[in-house]
């Protein structure tokens, strides 16, 4: 992950998870969606009209200009989706985000709260390609899924390990929590018993005073 990734997706997450790593749509899917888009609808009308007379004379240059202005916003949209199209893993969850020119959806699932990740293979070719789909099993038997994904081994193993590092944390964290529930205990505890002590003691005086006062001639100067 380099550093444009990082504070490019950053402003989708909460300021105390950190970005472990991003993953993306392959690279191939973008790649057929523009040539479809360039060499049927910019390729092709292009070369119609610079070769055919009679287009020429019907159609004036302006529009094919726009035209072709409007097939490269079209492209240009088509990159921005692919590219916004992606799962952020980062120390504590894995988030699922899609996001459009007027919208963003984004869902995120704890690790501890994860089944299992499926691999999944559309054609035959994936394998060549390494191009798989990713899909996350909750515990409640929800899922989310990450279409097309490039690397999607290499993906699951870094889930594993950054996942296995957040059990660490969370055991640490547990330990932690229990060493100061225990002193806290040990001072309750303490406190209490010397609290006890003090009013048995307090108990004896009374009853030794008690015992002075009902003697002849005694004095209270309290």
Known sequence: MNKF?????????????????IIHIHFL????????????WAIL?????????????????????WFLFIIFIKVIYDIF????????????WVTQLQRSLFKTDSMSVEYDKMEWI??????????LFKKWNLIIHKIWDDTFELKNTINPYKSINLIEDISNEADEQSKLGDDKFDVIMD????????????????????????EVIEQVEKNKWTIDLR
């Open 5 to 21: 990734e990082s504070t490019f997706f950053d402003k989708y997450i909460p300021d105390d998870q950190i970005i472990k790593w």
């Open 29 to 40: 899917e973008i790649f057929s969606r523009l040539f479809l888009w360039l060499s049927m």
């Open 45 to 65: 009308p292009s070369v119609l009209y610079y070769y055919s007379g009679s287009i020429k004379e019907l159609v004036p240059f302006f529009f094919l200009e």
């Open 81 to 92: 989706d692919w590219y916004n199209d992606v799962w952020i893993v980062t120390n504590n």
């Open 118 to 127: 499926e691999v999944e293979q559309s054609w035959i070719l994936d394998k």
């Open 183 to 206: 002193a806290l205990g040990w001072v309750v505890e303490t406190y209490l018993d010397k609290k006890t002590r003090k009013s048995d003691k307090q108990k004896e005086l009374e």
